[in-house]
């Protein structure tokens, strides 16, 4: 059964300094892996995805993660956080069996300091 | 493109009645939609995964009675919380996939903020 850990459910961050927040998997086939953000009473917008095309993954707004299949980890990173960036960032793995099925991790809140 | 929508994006209902919650795929054949059910502060809760012209599947715990979904259409499916009680007040998100898009990757509505007094 495939599943998601997020570590850490606030990870605080200055403006200007690095994002880094973690995601490990768990799956017996090769996953697809997501990263999306959710801002306050809205719905999920896609980061980035992991497809197995490239371990090294570049999305929206400035993010990329790594796909390491050793470490089972696909940890989202930002070189510069922005205010705009404070949300809850969810990562999500799905399998090519099982109906389709996505599960999401507990989600990180990323909080950014003036 | 692929852009999901929700209707109503808030309803507030009294104990007992019942709501009904629409997700429409505007711009591609959802052949398959999923509900999700979110509480505050906490991760997204997969209820069913409904596949257009057949009976959805419910996750593990969830009433089937209580949460009837509908997939008449490529385009709608919907949820309807029925004598809803105030347990049932949460935040419900639907995403809807078509077979031809690859990876998996699914396109979320706005949510639905369902509140029962």
């Known amino acids: ?114 | 493109g692929a852009v999901v929508s929700q209707h109503p994006s808030w309803v507030i209902c009294k104990s007992g009645t019942s709501v009904k919650i629409e997700c429409r795929s505007l711009d591609f054949q959802a052949t398959t939609m999923f509900w999700y059910r979110q509480f505050p502060k906490q991760s997204l809760m997969l209820m069913a995964t409904s596949n257009e012209g057949s009976k959805a599947t419910y996750e593990q715990g969830v009433e089937k009675d209580k949460f009837l979904i509908n997939h008449a259409s490529l385009t709608l499916s919907t949820l309807t919380v029925t004598s809803a009680h105030p347990e049932d007040s949460s935040f419900y998100i639907c995403s809807a996939r078509d077979l031809v898009m690859p990876y998996n990757e699914q396109f979320f509505g706005p949510g639905t903020r369902l509140t029962v007094l």
């Open chain 1, 1 to 114: 059964a495939q599943s998601v850990t997020q570590l850490g459910s606030h990870v605080s961050v200055s403006e200007g300094a690095l994002v880094l927040l973690r995601c490990n998997y768990s799956s017996s086939v090769p996953p697809y892996l997501f990263w999306y953000v959710q801002y306050p009473n809205q719905g999920l917008q896609l980061l980035l995805k992991y497809t197995s095309a490239a371990t090294l993954v570049k999305g929206i707004n400035g993010f990329e993660a790594e796909f390491k299949k050793s470490e089972t980890s696909f940890h989202l990173t930002k070189p510069s956080a922005h205010m705009s960036d404070a949300a809850e960032y969810f990562c999500a793995v799905s399998e090519g069996t099982g109906g389709f099925k996505t599960i999401f991790g507990a989600g990180t809140r990323l909080f950014v300091k003036a």
